[in-house]
């Protein structure tokens, strides 16, 4: 079996303290969001990012902690699409970087955002054994089609969203459900990216162990996000569009996929 490389445990490590260093600031403070490594406001986008990054903490614990890269290959292209969509958000809005207010921290983003998307790929197991299937004694059955489904469905509202936000953010202000500004919407997108790409990994999988990890990251970033919806629930802007539809579209797709897990975990140990 082919084990996870050093280095990307090590990168596993460096993200898992950033990404929550990221959700303790912005989920907690939201307040002090402008003084970020850009101006992250208005409080509900802080809150989102916030939210967002406990996701990012997630996948760093596999990847420092998971000794066979085998067991990684659930993260991978969700992982690799996150960190594309930052590259690229990154890169277009970097002279609105808190260079003046906050420069240790923008240094610190741009280097993390900058280097992790070039070199993660290139520290990746290659040849056939690193493709090498799950064990037999490991498998847990096939992937119900209610999920393939579900995957499917969430692949559509994450790829509309993710790319409104990338491609016309204007657009997407008018129908969110809090103002967004450019920057922050591209970088949001990340997140959709992310989920987008988790739904064609569940979709094209045979196996539930395959998937398994995979499942449980989207639940928690719909989870995550639906309670920051709702503890704020008060506070949106009655004038703008969507708030309900937001919520509402968030608590559906965390019951679905909350459904299918514990549905797959028990034909697994029922087999």
Not at 240 to 245: I, K, L, Q, T, V
Request: net charge neutral.
């Amino acid at each position: 079996m082919v084990t996870n490389p050093k280095t990307i445990k090590q990168t596993g490590l460096i993200q898992v303290i950033l990404a929550s260093s990221f959700v303790i600031w912005l989920l907690f403070f939201p307040s002090s969001g402008d003084n970020f490594a850009w101006p992250v406001t208005p409080k509900m986008t802080a809150l989102f990012l916030g939210a967002g990054f406990i996701v990012r903490t997630y996948i760093g614990y596999f990847l420092w902690r998971e000794p066979y890269w085998y067991r990684l290959r659930w993260q991978k292209w969700g992982n690799y699409g996150f960190l594309a969509f930052i590259f690229l958000a990154t890169f277009w809005h970097i002279d609105e970087m808190n260079w003046e207010t906050n420069l240790l921290v923008a240094h610190i983003w741009v280097v993390a955002y900058i280097v992790e998307p070039l070199i993660l790929p290139l520290l990746e197991p290659r040849g056939p054994a690193s493709k090498e299937a799950y064990p037999e004694a490991e498998k847990k059955g096939p992937v119900m089609q209610g999920l393939k489904v579900s995957a499917a469905f969430g692949l559509v509202v994450s790829v509309t969203v993710g790319g409104l936000m990338v491609i016309n953010p204007e657009f997407a202000d008018s129908r969110w459900p809090w103002p967004l500004d450019p920057f922050n919407a591209r970088v949001m997108a990340a997140f959709f990216a992310l989920t987008a790409l988790w739904c064609v990994t569940i979709y094209l999988a045979e196996d539930w162990v395959e998937i398994k990890r995979t499942v449980l990251g989207l639940i928690i970033f719909a989870v995550s996000q639906f309670i920051v919806w709702l503890v704020n629930l008060g506070q949106f802007d009655p004038a703008r569009e969507n708030n309900a539809a937001y919520g509402l579209g968030l608590g559906l797709f965390a019951v679905l996929f909350i459904y299918y897990y514990w549905k797959q975990e028990r034909a697994s140990h029922n087999a």
